[in-house]
């Protein structure tokens, strides 16, 4: 990832690439959620292009839980934050919580012979859960957006670029 070979990053820098983290994990769930919704009522392999959409978006939100984690494990130890100090201390426990709740969902996909209602809706629940993990990481985005173009540029760079990692699979 391009913004891990940055020395130090600093609060600003650390909050774009929390708004952008969150923006592409619920990203990842709500595509994994509709392409999960759209296979409801049917067998495995019966409908293999919402299939492909639901592994490629269920596998990358995990992609994004990781980049995460190394961006935190790269910077979080130097990291003064003024507000939000728990998004760095509270990380590998959140992180290590989504992917406890993506797994056996990810695995109840996998052993499914159909999307029936009982897997969907446990899935649903399971992807709407992992995005609740960063409630925190969710304010601290939203609370950025209302600034829009007042925001530093150091934000948005680092927005951008862990935009640009998080989208290189």
């Known amino acids: 990832m391009r913004i891990l070979r940055y020395p130090s990053i600093g609060e600003p820098q650390f909050l774009g ?33 919402y299939e492909m959409a639901l592994d490629q978006h269920r596998y990358a939100a995990l992609i994004v839980l990781d980049r995460w984690s190394a961006l935190v494990a790269a910077f979080g130890p130097h990291l003064q934050l003024a507000a939000r100090a728990g998004m760095v201390a509270e990380a590998p426990a959140r992180i290590a919580a989504a992917e406890l709740i993506l797994g056996p969902a990810n695995q109840l996909i996998d052993r499914a012979e159909a999307y029936g209602a009982d897997v969907v809706e446990a899935c649903l629940l399971a992807f709407q859960s992992a995005a609740s993990v960063f409630r925190q990481e969710h304010e601290a985005a939203e609370q950025a957006a209302r600034l829009g173009p007042m925001l530093p540029d150091d934000f948005r760079e680092a927005r951008r670029i862990f935009s640009e990692d998080l989208a290189a699979r």
């Open 17 to 49: 690439c929390a708004s952008a983290f969150v923006d592409a994990l619920e990203g990842e769930l709500n595509a994994a959620a509709m392409a999960l919704r759209r296979l409801q009522s049917s067998r495995k392999g019966s409908a293999f292009a």
